[in-house]
T-cell receptor, first 111, second 113 residues
Framework: GQQLNQSPQSMFIQEGEDVSMNCTSS?????WLWYKQEPGEGPVLLIA?????ELTSNGRLTAQFGITRKDSFLNISASIPSDVGIYFC???????????FGKGTLLTVNP | DVKVTQSSRYLVKRTGEKVFLECVQD?????MFWYRQDPGLGLRLIYF???????EKGDIPEGYSVSREKKERFSLILESASTNQTSMYLC????????????FGPGTRLTVT
């Protein structure tokens, strides 16, 4: 089946730093989604991308849909302590029902 | 605002008990999903439903069943709970009108002792 490789697995940064994480796949996806999950909560949708090359922002977050349709990245600028959590990428491929998820990037922000 | 709710945030059950996890969405979404989330394994799809009374197995359906009698409600059933079903269970929903973006509930942390 389809698989997503998400990196890095974890990041420990200082408040104010910028963060970058990415997902790659051997398969083509039609939609890329980025979620954030805080401890004990369900994932919350941050950004959705629908076209190759698309660059979308949501506050301090920016995500891009790769030209090849096989990758996506998420940047967080000027990190703050409340950015702490696990960030997941997810891709929607041939099926409109099922998402393929990355394993997540655990972000820790040191005040 | 989208809303997916799950019946319990925390649940403790004994081995062999029948367990019901309920999920309700108020977005009139056609598709509903049940995942389990375990450290190091990410989110794994158990079952999904694309319409009332319709269901399809996901990647790990063994030991689980589901029920969708109404569009807004999707239930996950553990027929005879086992300790290896201790996990975080997440419900989600999606629709063509929302471009198939999945919206998640807060999760149920199930412990089977």
């Amino acid at each position: 089946g389809q698989q997503l490789n998400q990196s890095p697995q974890s990041m420990f940064i200082q408040e104010g730093e910028d963060v970058s994480m990415n997902c790659t796949s051997s398969s083509i996806f039609n939609t890329w989604l980025w979620y954030k999950q805080e401890p004990g909560e369900g994932p919350v949708l941050l950004i959705a991308l629908y076209k190759a090359g698309e660059l979308t922002s949501n506050g301090r977050l920016t995500a891009q849909f790769g030209i090849t349709r096989k990758d996506s990245f998420l940047n967080i600028s000027a990190s703050i302590p409340s950015d702490v959590g696990i960030y997941f990428c997810a891709g929607l491929g041939g099926s409109n029902y099922k998402l393929t998820f990355g394993k997540g990037t655990l972000l820790t922000v040191n005040p | 605002d989208v809303k997916v709710t799950q019946s319990s945030r925390y649940l403790v059950k004994r081995t062999g008990e029948k367990v019901f996890l309920e999920c309700v969405q108020d977005m009139d979404h056609e598709n509903m999903f049940w995942y389990r989330q375990d450290p190091g394994l990410g989110l794994r799809l158990i079952y999904f439903s694309y319409d009332v009374k319709m269901k399809e197995k996901g990647d790990i359906p063994e030991g689980y069943s589901v029920s969708r009698e109404k569009k807004e409600r999707f239930s996950l059933i553990l027929e005879s709970a086992s300790t290896n079903q201790t996990s975080m269970y997440l419900c989600a929903s999606s629709s063509p009108s929302s471009l198939y973006e999945q919206y998640f509930g807060p999760g149920t942390r199930l412990t089977v002792t």
